[in-house]
């Protein structure tokens, strides 16, 4: 028998970019992909197609995203793009006080404390109702039998399902428990290529399916997580689920040479990739992989980042308009500090005088960028007993600080780092795109959108290419593949350069893109994933 690794790949290989003509589904595991592009087929559109892709992947890779986390989406219906907006807000019960009483002097990471409302489910549900052809529980049903059948761990989920399994038993408490009965196999994480079934999952989409996610705001599922919080000592209740809606919201953009660049508005932080982008436009650039190229974006998103952290929040509690942060006057101020060598960031005024990704696409012209997450891989470490959700932890983005605009009230949204992005050119759609991973995100959006627009990379190639990160303060981080000798250089200019030897953290991306004379779609797919294009 061989004998191989699944996760060592010693040289260096080449994707190609993929056509289509009728449909087109790109995301990060192939088993979903081929979920969504199946529902294609049967007489769904890309609305359908999204749906199902987004259910098997809380199946066949719960290491970033589950039923019990938020969503967003970009829609492209006849000719206009729509946002839905289903992250979750803080229980009712969940306030600094009740956090600093616990003991914490920070929102914690694990348990039930980050548990904030999830708005996956309603989000799945909200789509279908608004965009979708098919019965919404067929579009589940793909989801349903590889969670009652089982599916081999692909390479990166193993990988990364081994970091959970690390890090939950560093900080293993009771409520954490639920986790290692159902997400190990006799006490052992599962391996690549290993069979997993998750039968306690299977019955919970089925209920899913059969009320049309009704269930786990306003019924039976609802009732069971409101017993489970209370058991384990969380705030989380029935009456924060009863509440719930996903809303539609207007998408927010900048024109970008050109193309229109198009993101969720806040809580979430596309903004700061418009942001960045609005910088950069007042630069030429000659090279991508030039010093001054990467010099300005780094610069750039250092100081955008660096507002959004300061002032993004749940829109309601925002001081600052998003209008404000674009403006020509500002940005111009923002552009000005950018010199020949790294600076501190700092927020700025401008008052003042001056994170799973999927991609879908039908042959009507219908176009979906859709992100789900539960924030930090499994979420919190909270498994709802009997049901196979793995809650999120998105409350630990809030601030304990009662002067910051992110602070932990009840009810509120938190910052919220999944973005789904897409381009249009004079009103007509170029596609959907978008990088998940955590705080890599907007710094994917702006490497994505110079190496379409600026540098002509097929998709292919634009996700292919070496990236950046800023990793606060004066650090960068650059991926092993980009050159030494801009390492280097940039190094010289100020910048505290980390070369990465392991690409995970560099986010994880898809991109479709729509010829508009022909429809022949194009699509690239993460090179860093387990990432596949399913094609019809």
């Known amino acids: 028998m061989l004998t191989f690794s699944a996760q060592r790949y010693p040289y260096a290989s080449q994707r190609q970019s993929v056509f289509a003509r009728r449909g087109m589904v790109a995301a990060s595991q192939p088993l979903a992909a081929e979920a969504g592009i199946d529902i294609m087929r049967r007489g769904g559109n890309a609305i359908d197609a999204a749906i199902a892709t987004a259910a098997a992947l809380t199946v066949v890779e719960p290491t970033g995203c589950g039923i019990g986390g938020d969503a967003f989406a970009l829609v492209w219906v006849k000719g206009q793009l729509h946002g839905l907006d289903a992250s979750g807000h803080a229980p009712a019960a969940l306030n600094i006080e009740a956090v600093r009483a616990s003991g ?164 979430g932080q596309g903004l700061v990739a418009l942001m960045t982008l609005q910088i950069l436009k007042g630069f030429d650039f000659d090279h991508r992989d030039s010093l001054s190229t990467w010099h300005r974006q780094i610069e750039a998103l250092k100081l955008a980042y660096s507002d959004g952290l300061h002032h993004i929040t749940d829109p309601e509690h925002m001081r600052v308009a998003v209008a404000d942060l674009l403006g020509e006057a500002y940005t111009q101020r923002r552009r000005a500090l950018i010199g020949d060598t790294a600076l501190e960031p700092k927020a700025g005024d401008p008052h003042a005088s001056g994170t799973v990704y999927l991609a879908t696409a039908d042959a009507e012209g219908n176009m979906v960028s859709f992100i789900q997450s539960n924030y930090h891989g499994f979420g919190s470490g909270v498994v709802v007993p009997g049901c196979g959700i793995a809650l999120q932890n998105r409350g630990q983005e809030f601030s304990l600080d009662p002067g910051h605009a992110n602070t932990l009230q009840p009810g509120k949204k938190t910052f919220h780092t999944i973005i789904p992005g897409f381009i249009s050119h004079n009103g007509q759609p170029v596609g959907p795109f978008g ?13 994505m959108v110079m190496n379409l627009v600026d540098f002509g990379l097929n998709p292919q190639a634009a996700l292919d290419a070496p990236r950046w990160q800023w990793l606060g303060g004066m650090k960068v981080g650059i991926e092993q593949a980009a050159s030494r000798d801009l390492a280097a250089a940039l190094q010289g200019m100020g910048h505290q350069v980390e070369v990465a030897c392991d690409s995970v953290d560099y986010g994880r991306g898809q991109i479709i893109v729509r010829d508009p004379v022909s429809g022949v779609l194009c699509g690239g797919t993460e090179p860093r994933a387990d990432s596949h294009i399913a094609v019809c």
């Open 435 to 447: 990088v998940m991973g955590g705080y890599m995100q907007p710094q994917g959006h702006v490497q």
């Open 104 to 267: 914490a002097e920070a929102m914690p990471l694990y348990g039930w404390t980050p548990v904030t409302v999830p708005g996956c489910p309603a989000a799945w549900a909200e789509l279908s109702r608004r965009f979708g052809r098919l019965p919404f529980a067929e579009l589940l049903q793909p989801a349903i039998s590889l969670a009652e059948e089982g599916f081999p761990l692909s390479p990166v989920v193993a990988r990364q399902w081994q970091t959970a399994y690390n890090d939950f038993s560093a900080k293993r408490e009771p409520a954490m428990q639920a986790w290692f009965d159902i997400f190990l196999i006799d006490g052992k994480v599962p391996k690549a290529g290993e069979l997993f079934r998750n039968p306690d999952q299977a019955r919970t989409l089925k209920e899913l399916a059969e009320t049309g996610c009704e269930s786990f705001y306003r019924g039976a599922l609802a009732a069971r997580i409101d017993e489970a919080s209370r058991q384990g000592g969380g705030y989380l209740r029935q009456s924060d689920l009863q509440s719930y809606k996903p809303r539609w919201v207007e998408p927010i953009s900048v024109n970008y040479r050109g193309y229109d660049v198009w993101e969720i508005p806040p809580s």
